[in-house]
């Protein structure tokens, strides 16, 4: 088990360098580069030309990588190019909301999706399972800046129960120092922005697992289970959930990154101030380093993720054994 | 477990139950004044700033020379009075007892080094080109600095504006804190820096000992994307003041809100085609009168922009008092004229398959625009349906706006849909774009006589002067066409009725933010 996971870490080396060859290659595909950007409508010719000189941008592309890997060594990011700041700074600044607003999304579609399928498993036919399926085909359906607005419109002007827009205090520091104004204050903002991010993967989750633990539900051990007389419950929850686990954890970390890399659209409606706005800023204008340290984080949260379910594999699964 | 569970539970409802007590980014009751702003600033240090979160930040914390007023008339600032010496020396007398907000004095020799840094290539400084004509800054002593001119230039005193390139640092910090200085920025505006937590907010709090004494006690500039969610925040309370950019959706219900007033004026800024004069089809006049024949103006301007623009008349924008008149006119709708046109121009459809030929070559254009506007999208989109039922092979092609710079820069486009903001001077409308040697000239224009008018608009500080040579010119690109000015931008600010004492002005400046209270 030790020597899997040490083998998977030590992977994840080629895994980051690929990835940076990767963000570096395709900065040279998109036309615009950021001396444009920087320079808007005022720019000149001349102007432009020494511009790229500065940046750097007029040298050979492999001399480019070659550098941009040397001070990578050396835990250098570089600085932005618009934003006259270091990189690994801005991540720094806005890795965290990221992190919070997917962390909560993520536990709020777990912790209503699987119950949902299950329920829905469970009545097959009936009238809960046809409205869970309803609002499943409406979350998978509903594009996410549409349901973002209606709920701002419905909860922050109508009712006025919610704040329309950005981020309380960081929930985790609140939660750490017991302020309970805070804790509060911090999830009065999540609320609409982490449901928004969960719907989509919440009504997967619930087609994913009512479907699931229907297969499951077929199979002659949970047969012989309710002959056995067990109750209702325990056949539900250890013999068909259990083993309906593994494509779910499977969803689940691909969701974990989609929410990631995909909150962009919700922390644009919500001027939620993570990662994603930054990076979308970084691709308009250009902003080389900024994008490129941004994969890079992007694609080691993704790998460890990654990791991580398939060790969650094993404890749904006592026979998946690593070697 | 199931405690805990519970206890999330109640957390949440209460979450919900609670009502709006604490509004979104707010700090002390009383004169608190938030701001609902578009994108967040890239630096606020002002000789590199070039976006309009900066600089409406900017002109908070800092102080030009000048300031412009709401008729674009300078009006003093650090400077307390100047006098134009001889047609290429100006000499500014600052206003003494400034103080910078770490407390250092203002001196000549933070204003020298300003000028001396933006003109210095190694900085970076986008806005360079409007202050190139000086040649010299000199501190004649502790409160007089001396600007030398390598050649009149009439529109000096309007750059000089905060909000322009004139934003005067305090040298001592600039060198204190290097590359710092961009994230903590030191002037003598009428607000002090407090915090700036990116894409968040940008915190200010009021300069008590400065030579204005502002009534607010802070300022927050909430940074919130999206043009609904904004409007959306100033109608719940949320925030107190939003501006364009506005979806015209948002703009037509925020009217009927009783919280908030909606003030709507045109602004510094036209949308317009840039036409390539050295494409070879687009080459002939005939050509670009006939495209513009068929532009249906005050349709887009009634359904696209839902009359929060106005349409153009010409290059000459409404807010240049003195110089703007409604006499000058580009070609208007006119689809007959402008199949007359091109038949003339030779184009004609012979080989009858639907599309207008000449010499075996079909009419084919690229109508270009960025893929930031939806509004400009919209309007690609409908140009491209008329020029196609005209039996013009057109097709749109929509890129991010590095992209699309740098294919103007290049001149590798036919038709380009693109604004400009900011005009505070017909010379900063005009001069780089239409002159032969204009660093903005991406339709690569060349006319003799309006290259001569505007080297003499530089020149001449007479009113009436000025009004003949810019009208002369409006003229002349009414009629050639290498622009076709499309819409005058409209400005639009939404404020909550508690706030009193905002001034909109067209420049979308927040300069009268000092004399705001919110009680």
């Known amino acids: 088990m030790l020597r899997y996971l040490a083998r998977r870490l030590l992977l994840l080396v080629p895994v980051m360098l690929g990835a940076a060859l990767i963000a570096f290659a395709l900065l040279l595909l998109i036309p615009g580069d950021p001396a444009v950007a920087l320079l808007g409508q005022e720019v000149s010719g001349p102007e ?92 998978v359906s509903m594009p996410v800046f549409w349901l973002g607005v209606l709920l701002i419109l419905l909860f922050a002007v109508q009712l006025d129960w919610l704040p329309s827009f950005g981020r309380g205090p960081a929930l985790v520091a609140a939660v750490a120092s017991g302020d309970a104004a805070g804790i509060l204050d911090s999830l009065r903002h999540l609320i609409l922005p982490a449901f928004t991010l969960a719907f989509f993967n919440l009504a997967l989750l619930t087609r994913l697992t009512r479907w699931a633990v229907l297969e499951v539900l077929e199979e002659d051990y949970v047969r012989t289970a309710r002959a056995k007389g067990q109750a209702e419950r325990v056949v539900m929850y250890r013999h068909a959930l259990r083993n309906a686990l593994l494509p779910i954890i499977t969803i689940i970390g691909l969701q974990f990154g989609n929410a990631l890399g995909g909150a962009v659209v919700t922390e644009t409606i919500y001027g939620w101030p993570g990662m994603g706005r930054l990076v979308v800023q970084a691709i308009g204008q250009r902003d080389f380093p900024v994008l490129q340290g941004a994969v890079l984080v992007l694609a080691l949260l993704f790998s460890v993720v990654n990791v991580a379910v398939d060790l969650a594999y094993g404890l749904a699964d006592p026979r998946i054994r690593y070697e | ?31 608190v004044l938030r701001i609902g702003i578009d994108v967040d600033a890239g630096t606020l240090d002002p000789r590199l700033a070039n976006d309009t979160t900066a600089r409406r930040v900017i002109e908070q914390v800092y102080d030009g020379l000048i300031e412009l007023d709401a008729q674009l008339q300078p009006r003093p600032a650090l400077a307390e009075s100047w006098t134009q010496v001889s047609p290429t020396v100006w000499v500014f007398r600052l206003r003494r007892g400034v103080r910078f907000h770490d407390g250092t004095p203002f001196t000549a020799e933070d204003v020298v080094f300003t000028f001396q840094t933006i003109l210095d290539p190694a900085l970076r400084a986008p806005l360079r080109g409007l202050v190139t004509p000086i040649s010299k800054v000199e501190a004649v002593d502790e409160a007089t600095v001396r600007f030398t001119l390598s ?37 003598t505006g009428a607000f002090k820096f407090v915090s700036w937590q990116r894409n968040s907010r940008i915190t200010l709090e009021a300069n008590t000992s400065g030579w204005r004494r502002p009534s607010l006690t802070q300022i927050i500039f909430n940074i919130i994307p999206d043009n609904s969610t904004r409007a959306a925040a100033v109608e719940s309370g949320d925030v107190d003041l939003i501006h364009s950019p506005l979806s015209p959706q948002d703009v037509r219900r925020l009217r009927t809100v009783s919280r908030v007033s909606v003030t709507q004026m045109t602004g510094l800024g036209h949308t317009y085609l840039n036409i390539n004069m050295s494409d070879p089809i687009l080459r002939d006049v005939r050509v670009r009168r006939a495209i513009a024949h068929l532009i249906p103006q005050t349709t887009i301007v009634r359904q696209i922009y839902q009359e929060m623009d106005r349409p153009a008349n010409s290059i000459l924008l409404p807010a240049w008092t003195g110089i703007y008149t409604d006499d000058i006119t580009q070609p208007g709708h006119d689809i007959a004229r402008a199949k007359a046109l091109l038949a003339e121009a030779g184009w004609t459809d012979s080989n009858r398959d639907g599309v207008l030929d000449q010499g075996g070559r079909n009419f084919s254009l690229v109508v270009r ?27 749109a092609e929509i890129t991010e706006f590095p992209a699309l710079v740098q294919a103007l820069i290049a001149g590798t486009h036919q038709i380009a849909l693109v604004g400009w903001l900011g005009l505070v001077d017909p010379d900063r409308g005009m001069y780089n774009q239409f002159h032969s040697k204009g660093s903005q000239n991406w339709e690569r224009y060349t006319n003799a006589r309006v290259d001569a008018l505007l080297d003499e608009g530089r020149q001449k500080a007479d009113p009436a002067e000025r009004a003949r040579i810019y009208r002369e010119v409006a003229r002349i690109i009414a009629a050639d066409l290498p622009y076709y000015i499309l819409t005058y931008q409209g400005y639009i600010v939404v404020v909550n009725r508690r706030v009193q004492g905002f001034t909109p002005i067209p420049s979308g400046s927040f300069r009268s933010l000092w004399q705001t209270s919110t009680p």
């Open chain 2, 151 to 187: 050649a009149p230039y009439a529109p000096l005193l309007r750059y000089l504006d905060g909000s322009q390139a004139g934003g005067i640092v305090s040298k001592r910090a600039v060198e204190r804190l290097g590359a710092q200085f961009a994230s903590n920025p030191v002037g």
């Open chain 2, 369 to 395: 625009t960025h893929s930031e506007d939806p509004n400009r999208i919209q309007i690609v989109e409908l140009l491209i349906s008329i020029l196609r039922s005209s039996g013009i092979e057109a097709r």
């Open chain 2, 1 to 31: 477990m199931t405690v805990f569970l519970r206890r999330i539970a109640a957390l949440v409802l209460l979450a919900f139950a609670v009502t709006s007590g604490v509004p979104a980014g707010a700090g002390p009751a009383g004169g």
């Open chain 1, 48 to 139: 432009l030309a020494r511009f790229r000189h500065l940046l750097g941008l007029d040298r050979p592309v492999p001399v480019q990588f070659g550098l941009y890997l040397w001070r990578l060594a050396q835990g250098d990011l570089g600085s932005s190019i618009t934003l006259h700041a270091p990189v690994l700074g801005l991540i720094g600044s806005t890795l965290p909301a990221t992190l919070e607003l997917a962390i909560v999304s993520l536990l709020l579609s777990i912790g209503a999706g699987i119950p949902l399928g299950l329920l829905a498993a469970r009545r097959r036919g009936g009238l809960l399972d046809t409205g869970t399926m309803v609002i499943a085909q409406l979350g």
